[in-house]
C-alpha cells in the first residue's frame, strides 16, 4: 500500500505545476505519507477532521450511502483540497493561481 500511496502523491504533484504538498492519513488522522515544502506531519489529524466534519453536510441517518465532499479551503496564497477515497483521506496543498 505504501507504494501505491507514493505514486499517488507523484503522480498529483507532477500532473499540477499548483501542488506544492500532499497529505496522506488513515480515518482517525494517523499520517501515512506527506510530501512538499512544509506540511507538517500534525497537518494530518486536521486534514481528517476536515474530511470527517464535510460529511456531516451530506449524510442522512440511516443512509446506506455516504457521501464524499470535497472540502476547499482557500487562504491568500494557497488552496487546500480535501477528500476521502476509500479508506484514507487526502489533502492537496495549493499554491493560488495567479
Known sequence: ???EIDNIIDSLIESDRTVFGVVVTDDSGLCLATRGDNIPEEAAGLVAAIAN??????SQPNAEVVYSP?????????VVLVRRIDTVVVGIFKHRDT
Do not use: T
Not at 53 to 58: A, G, H, I, V, Y
Open 1 to 3: 500500500m505504501e507504494a
Open 53 to 58: 466534519r464535510s460529511e456531516n453536510f451530506l
Open 70 to 78: 470535497v472540502a476547499k479551503i482557500e487562504a491568500e496564497n494557497m
